[in-house]
Structures are given as structure tokens and as C-alpha cells.
T-cell receptor, first 109, second 110 residues
Framework: AQRVTQPEKLLSVFKGAPVELKCNYSYSGSPELFWYVQYSRQRLQLLLRHISRESIKGFTADLNKGETSFHLKKPFAQEEDSAMYYCALKRDSNYQLIWGAGTKLIIKP | DVKVTQSSRYLVKRTGEKVFLECVQDMDHENMFWYRQDPGLGLRLIYFSYDVKMKEKGDIPEGYSVSREKKERFSLILESASTNQTSMYLC?????????FGQGTRLTVV
């Protein structure tokens, strides 16, 4: 079965510290994975997708097929990174996404 | 900029009422989605539509129906609202895989 697991409901780090938001997936084929972010009182928006291999707002995410992971990383956290982060996996047959439960990231000053 | 607009930000309805949540997108996207967002559960797909008048059930369609009469508009209908349908409802549209979301409607059923 296709599944996305974000093991941490809440992650709290100090400003300037490294951040790693974990995402593990279960999928038998070639996965397409995404990170979405929702800042307070704002709409959910796409942060990055693994196909693009880009860095957005200092965040990167590398697909590790051996560990079936797609962790989101940033070397130096900033207070404006505080938000809810969701990992998502594209379903096989259509444009639907399977979502993780989300991780709330709090950056302490 | 893609705009996905949900008609209400907050709604309070009584148990048993019929509730309509409206969503409009302005980018001619074929795919539109309705999700529930609940703490600790992430986003759960209620229904999606890949074309006008076409719809498919998502993971939790019970108690809901949808309507897509025009490409830009996707409506979610709660036939008889119940307290367990109190939630944040998110509408999204997409052309490919990346989805664009509305601001959400927080529905409270009392």
C-alpha cells in the first residue's frame, strides 16, 4: 500500500540550528514526492518537489530510495520557517497525492 | 498567480443542515480536489474531479457529495451536517501534479 509517514508531530529547534523534517514513504514504483508548507493563517503551498532537485528558502530534500525517505533539511533555521510541513506522494493512477500527517516546526529565538 | 478561492473562511452550521462549500479557480485547471485537514491526520481526500461533470470518490466520501457543472467551480455538499464533520476544508486545483490550494473553510457544526 502507498503510504507517507512523518514520524514527528512537532519539532522545535533554536534559530540558527540545523533542521531535518523526516518523511518516509511506502511505494513499489518510482515515487514522485513533494513537500508542502503552511504558514500561520496562510494557504498550503508547494515548497519543493524531488524531481526539480531545487533549493527553496534554503530547504533541500533528497530522495533516498534505499531508505525510502525524503527528508527536508535546512542548515540554519530562521524564525520565519515556523510552519506546518507536509510530505506528499503522488498516487499511481492519477493526479492525487497521498499525504503525511504533517510536522509542526517551531523555531525558537 | 493561480487563484483558488473558497467562498467562506468560517462557517457555523447546525446539525442536519445542508451545507454548500464553494471553490473557484481561475487557471483553467482540469483537476480539482476537496480535502479535510484535521490535526494529526494530515489531509484526507474527500472527492476529486478531473473534468466537468466528472467526479471520483476519495478516501472519505461518506456524508459528502460534490458538483462540478463548470470547469472553474467545484462545490462540496454536506447533505446533512453532523458534528463529526467539524473540520478545516481545503480545495485545490492542479494541471499536473503540483496543487494550488484555497485559503480553507473552517466549518463548525453545532
Amino acid at each position: 500500500a502507498q503510504r507517507v509517514t512523518q514520524p514527528e508531530k512537532l519539532l522545535s529547534v533554536f534559530k540558527g540550528a540545523p533542521v531535518e523534517l523526516k518523511c518516509n514513504y511506502s511505494y513499489s514504483g518510482s515515487p514522485e514526492l513533494f513537500w508542502y508548507v503552511q504558514y500561520s493563517r496562510q494557504r498550503l503551498q508547494l515548497l519543493l518537489r524531488h524531481i526539480s532537485r531545487e533549493s527553496i528558502k534554503g530547504f533541500t530534500a533528497d530522495l533516498n530510495k534505499g531508505e525510502t525517505s525524503f527528508h527536508l533539511k535546512k542548515p540554519f533555521a530562521q524564525e520565519e520557517d515556523s510552519a506546518m510541513y507536509y510530505c506528499a506522494l503522488k498516487r499511481d493512477s492519477n493526479y492525487q497525492l497521498i499525504w503525511g500527517a504533517g510536522t509542526k516546526l517551531i523555531i525558537k529565538p | 498567480d493561480v487563484k483558488v478561492t473558497q467562498s467562506s473562511r468560517y462557517l457555523v452550521k447546525r446539525t442536519g443542515e445542508k451545507v454548500f462549500l464553494e471553490c473557484v479557480q481561475d487557471m483553467d485547471h482540469e483537476n480539482m480536489f476537496w480535502y479535510r485537514q484535521d490535526p494529526g491526520l494530515g489531509l484526507r481526500l474527500i472527492y476529486f474531479s478531473y473534468d466537468v461533470k466528472m467526479k471520483e470518490k476519495g478516501d472519505i466520501p461518506e456524508g459528502y457529495s460534490v458538483s462540478r457543472e463548470k470547469k472553474e467551480r467545484f462545490s462540496l455538499i454536506l447533505e446533512s451536517a453532523s458534528t463529526n464533520q467539524t473540520s478545516m476544508y481545503l480545495c485545490a486545483s492542479s494541471l499536473g501534479v503540483g496543487a494550488f490550494f484555497g485559503q480553507g473553510t473552517r466549518l463548525t457544526v453545532v
